[in-house]
């Protein structure tokens, strides 16, 4: 059964700080992750998506994939108050994509 | 272009009635999952239906079914409900079959179900 975990947090960091959001799975054969925000009240959003071993960047986002250790994260620079919300990891299972249960990150002004 | 849409957005039902939840993909996309969402936790797989068949579900209870039009659009049947029913539910589209490991799922609003 591939499992996906992360700290619940609240993660909290002050606006401009870097925000570090970690997550690790079980299945060493999980070839890609998704990363979503998901703001209080609202759906997920899609803002990452890693597939190799490595660092891949976009904008003030970079997320990073190390099989070896089965960790991904994801690192928001210079944070701002409009960040917080609930990081969701999830890997690609059988027919479905499984998610971590999120991570609450506060950044505060 | 339109993204993933739901209706509606916000139900109340009583314990015991049934439930049909409805999700639009984003045009072009022929996958369609449904997750349930309760506070605190990631979302919960359902169902995926792809090209009109169901391709997977989630360790949910028959009192779930779903099924997908022609126009790839989708409906959630929730039979009997229970009061550990509410939740956010939510629909997901993507490009093709939602195992492969480079297929995004894009989500849509959601409809809160709350059961009284």
């Known amino acids: 059964q591939k499992e996906v975990e992360q700290n619940s947090g609240p993660l909290s960091v002050p606006e401009g700080a870097i925000a570090s959001l970690n997550c690790t799975y079980s299945?060493?054969?999980?070839?890609?992750f998704f990363w979503y925000r998901q703001y209080s009240g609202k759906s997920p959003e899609l803002i990452m998506f890693i597939y190799s071993n490595g660092d891949k960047e976009d904008g003030r986002f970079t997320a990073q994939l190390n099989k070896a250790s089965q960790y991904v994260s994801l690192l928001i620079r210079d944070s701002q108050p409009s960040d917080s919300a609930t990081y969701l990891c999830?890997?690609?299972?059988?027919?479905?994509?499984?998610f971590g249960t999120g991570t609450r990150l506060l950044v505060s002004p | 272009d339109a993204g993933v849409t739901q209706s509606p957005t916000h139900l109340i039902k009583t314990r015991g009635q049934h439930v049909t939840l409805r999700c639009s993909p984003i045009s072009g996309h022929k996958s369609v999952s449904w997750y349930q969402q309760v506070l605190g936790q990631g979302p919960q797989f359902i169902f995926q239906y792809y090209e009109k068949e169901e391709r997977g579900r989630g360790n949910f209870p028959d009192r779930f079914s779903a099924r997908q039009f022609p126009n790839y659009s989708s409906e959630l049947n929730v039979n009997a409900l229970l009061l550990g029913d509410s939740a956010l539910y939510l629909c997901a589209s993507s490009l093709e079959y939602a195992g492969k490991s480079n297929q995004p799922q894009h989500f849509g609003d959601g409809t809160r179900l709350s059961i009284l």
């Open positions: 299945d060493r054969g999980s070839q890609s």
């Open positions: 999830a890997a690609p299972g059988d027919q479905k994509l499984v």
